[in-house]
């Protein structure tokens, strides 16, 4: 079978999205200590800019704003619309000025400035991407610290289980498999890359900095 274009792959996410949209806030409980976690990981301060990768419908962005605090900027993008208009109404209703989110996918994005650190947080298809993850990379600023989560296959003594893991994936995201090591297209520009297990081994946590280009 032959593999699909990054177009196509977007194409099949926004789908998905948009009958998600509404109602995805509400199943996002299960991984929102690991949402708490991978924040915690990037060791935000003050004043620091930090982008979250795939924002959707903005959960992550009151997290990263208080860590960063009036002084800093949290940046975020979707490719769904759908998705990114609840992140819109979210940072509408809070009266942020040092929150901004974009509709663009991450081979095309903009921003108005470097960041400090990246959020991954369930990202699967851009992490795939070769070339979404080089057009992040060039806005980041030297040792970017970055997390990225996500879900992955069971250990192979648990495969019976992954048909599973590859239907619950295969409804969010437009490729939805190479979920062995999802991260292994990031990881040759991380340094100090460290990674544990999440969800009894179905989920993945890791931390990293960029390395020197």
């Known amino acids: 079978m032959p593999s699909l274009s990054d177009a196509e792959i977007r194409a099949a996410s926004i789908r998905k999205y948009r009958h998600r949209a509404a109602r995805y806030d509400q199943t996002c409980g299960p991984t929102w200590p690991i949402r708490t976690q991978a924040i915690e ?3 935000l301060r003050a004043g620091d800019h930090v982008l979250d990768v795939g924002c959707g419908t903005g959960l992550s962005l009151p997290l990263l704003r208080e860590k960063v605090g009036e002084s800093g900027q949290v940046f975020g993008f979707d490719q769904s619309p759908d998705m990114l208009a609840h992140a819109h109404t979210r940072i509408r209703e809070a009266g942020w000025r040092n929150v901004q989110v974009f509709e663009s996918s991450a081979q095309s ?5 470097p960041v400090d650190a990246f959020l991954f947080h369930y990202t699967h298809d851009i992490l795939r991407s070769a070339e979404a993850i080089c057009q992040l ?3 980041a600023k030297p040792q970017a610290r970055v997390a990225i989560a996500g879900i992955k296959y069971f250990p192979v003594w648990l495969a019976p289980l992954n048909l599973w893991v590859y239907l619950k994936n295969c409804g ?3 490729a939805p498999g190479d979920l062995w090591s999802p991260w292994d297209r990031i990881e040759p520009h991380l340094e100090d890359f460290r990674r544990q297990s999440t969800q009894w081994g179905m989920g993945y946590l890791g931390f990293g900095r960029l390395k020197p280009c």
Not at 109 to 113: D, E, K, S, T, V
Request: glycine share 28%; charged share 5%; aromatic share 14%.
């Open 41 to 43: 990981g990037l060791g």
């Open 109 to 113: 994005l903009r921003l108005p400035g």
């Open 137 to 139: 990379i060039a806005w």
């Open 172 to 174: 969010y995201n437009g």
